[in-house]
Each structure stands twice: as C-alpha cells, then as structure tokens.
C-alpha cells in the first residue's frame, strides 16, 4: 500500500493553483490527481513523490491535508484491464469506495483503489494475477 494526500479545498478561484503551487515552490512532485467537487468544497486526491513532506508543507500553509492508505495495483494498459480487475473485487464481494488511475511505461496503467478491508483486497489482487505497486515504484 501506499500513501495518497487527501485535501479538502475551498471550492474557489485561484485555490487550486495555489495547492499546485505549495508543492511546486517545495520541489514536491505529483504523479497523479484527482479532484471531486460540490458546491462548496472539493476533494483532491494526490500521489506525489513525498506524500509525509506534501502533507506537512500543505499542512503549515493552511489547506486541511491527511494521507490515506491505498493500493496502487498494475493494470495493463488495454482495453478491459482494469474492469478484470474490478470483476474479482465484485466476484469476492468487496466494494471499492473510490478509484483513479493513470498510465505509465510498459504498456501499463497504476490503478489507485481505496478499500476498507485490505487484508482481503490483497488476496483478490494476487488471485486475480495483477501486482500491487509499493512505494519504491512510486515515490521518488
């Protein structure tokens, strides 16, 4: 597993430029993010280089930031990889509560899943034949 950033951030103008530019002004850098939004907040969900260092320098600038443990799982980058592995989730009854993803060298894809029951998800990982990627692959 790995850590991702969670922020909740302020659903105005300029606000998440001035997130991107904390972590840029920090040498900082994201590999992936994600951003849910309502009316009046949004959630933005970042993998970076040094999630705890993000978090701190996020922290002290004032943007509400915690790290979150998720699997970051190698998908092949095709057609249909990852609704395989969303397949056995569903055939051995695990919800995902949320998923982003992005691609990377080697005809490959990081699929970024957050599940409660992480004993179980890495189970269903390994018998379904993909790999989870742990921080060396992802962090710098």
Not at 41 to 61: F, K, M, N, S, W
Not at 104 to 122: C, F, N, P, S, Y
């Amino acid at each position: 597993m790995i850590d991702q950033i969670t922020v909740f951030l302020e659903n105005d103008t300029g606000r998440l430029a001035a997130l991107c530019r904390v972590l840029g002004d920090a040498g900082i850098s994201m590999h992936a993010l994600t951003v849910a939004d309502t009316a009046q907040y949004g959630v933005v969900r970042i993998i970076a280089d040094t999630p705890a260092q993000a978090c701190e320098v996020l922290g002290a600038r004032g943007f509400r930031a915690s790290l979150t443990k998720v699997f970051a799982v190698e998908v092949p980058d095709h057609a249909g990889g990852l609704a395989r592995l969303l397949a056995a989730f569903d055939e051995a009854g695990i919800n995902v509560e949320y998923a982003y993803c992005f691609a990377v060298a080697g005809g490959k894809a990081i699929d970024i899943l957050r599940i409660d029951d992480h004993e179980e998800a890495e189970k269903v990982i390994a018998s379904a034949g993909f790999s989870v990627a742990g921080p060396e692959a992802l962090y710098a």
